[in-house]
């Protein structure tokens, strides 16, 4: 089992419409997860972080965790075709500063 | 805003050769870290630095090492560069305990070693 597992998609939203994206993971013990956008050739770029349960918002989107079930997901409202990209979510292993990450989720708005 | 920068967008090496790739961060962040990124296999942790001087090794270490002589400068060095080390190599950079732990990346080096 992988330490943070994401559908590699890819998912296709029309335009306008919430795009859903989810991740598990493993260590029951982790607190602090993000999100991170790429588009392709570039380099991740930070959404948000999120540390506790429940919901966090930022503009169109909004970051949702559940320790208790281990899964942390992201929500983008009026989807827009600038955000095709893939996103990944990265989880803080344990105290010594390293992120785990997700092999990421494509994500294709159609006009 | 945090910056960081990152020496070359493009290289292209021959196998053999020593290659370095520099990292530099503006924002007096404590750690740093080196990934490779391929096709199908993620995000893979080469080595990370907590400290000057400081180096942990990632998942990915063998044919790497990194030198951190000052806060702001984190180098790869590919010591003897071979083809199955053509990759995307992105640097990022995080404050720490006291501030976060969110990375923010450099543009990343595209290296082709033929």
């Known amino acids: 089992q992988k330490e943070v597992e994401q559908n590699s998609g890819p998912l296709s939203v029309p335009e306008g419409a919430i795009a859903s994206l989810n991740c598990t993971y493993s260590?029951?013990?982790?607190?602090?997860f993000f999100w991170y956008r790429q588009y392709s050739g570039k380099s991740p770029e930070l959404i948000m972080s999120?540390?506790s349960n429940g919901d966090k918002e930022d503009g169109r989107f909004t970051a949702q965790l559940n320790k208790a079930s281990q899964y942390v997901s992201l929500l983008i409202r009026d989807s827009q075709p600038s955000d095709s990209a893939t996103y990944l979510c990265?989880?803080?292993?344990?105290?010594?500063?390293?992120?785990?990450w997700g092999a990421g989720t494509k994500l294709i708005i159609k006009p | 805003d945090v910056k960081v920068t990152q020496s070359s967008r493009y290289l292209v090496k021959r196998t053999g050769e020593k290659v370095f790739l520099e990292c530099v961060q503006d924002?007096?962040?404590?750690?740093m870290f080196w990934y490779r990124q391929d096709p199908g296999l993620g995000l893979r942790l080469i080595y990370f630095?907590?400290?000057?001087?400081?180096?942990e090794k990632g998942d990915i270490p063998e044919g790497y090492s990194v030198s951190r002589e000052k806060k702001e400068r984190f180098s790869l060095i590919l010591e003897s560069a071979s083809t199955n080390q053509t990759s995307m190599y992105l640097c990022?950079?995080?404050?720490?305990?006291?501030?976060?732990?969110?990375?923010?990346f450099g543009p990343g080096t595209r290296l082709t070693v033929t």
């Open positions: 990022a950079s995080s404050l720490g305990a006291a501030g976060g732990y969110e990375q923010y």
């Open positions: 924002m007096d962040h404590e750690n």
């Open positions: 630095s907590y400290d000057v001087k400081m180096k």
């Open positions: 260590d029951r013990g982790s607190q602090s």
């Open positions: 999120i540390y």
């Open positions: 990265a989880v803080l292993r344990g105290s010594n500063y390293q992120l785990i």
